[in-house]
């Protein structure tokens, strides 16, 4: 069955909405700010464990974006580094 392209602009479908109140979201926000979390499933559980309410992992990454706050993995750092080292290296690559 097809009901072409202007179908699909009449849909009207907007998305779900979101499961935490105002309320809720400005405490999430500002539980973030404090603690810092260092991974997603940190953040599910306590909003599990807060707010009775479960999300999976795209749903929070979606979460965060409507607050206005992104999630981003933290990198590995090797111990020990040599910061001249490092800005000649940079020095280095940038002559290039």
């Known amino acids: ?46 909003i599990k464990k807060t707010f009775e309410v479960s999300y999976t992992r795209s749903g929070l990454i979606k979460l965060l974006g409507r607050l206005d706050m992104v999630y981003l993995k933290s990198e590995t750092v090797p111990r020990g580094l ?3 080292k490092q800005k000649a290296f940079v020095a280095a690559c940038e002559d290039l």
């Open 1 to 46: 069955m097809s009901r072409g392209v202007s179908w699909l602009g009449d849909f009207g479908y907007k998305g779900r909405a979101c499961e935490l109140t105002v309320v809720q979201q400005d405490k999430l926000k500002i539980w973030i700010s404090e603690t810092l979390p260092r991974s997603t499933s940190e953040i599910g559980e306590w």
């Open 82 to 84: 040599d910061i001249a």
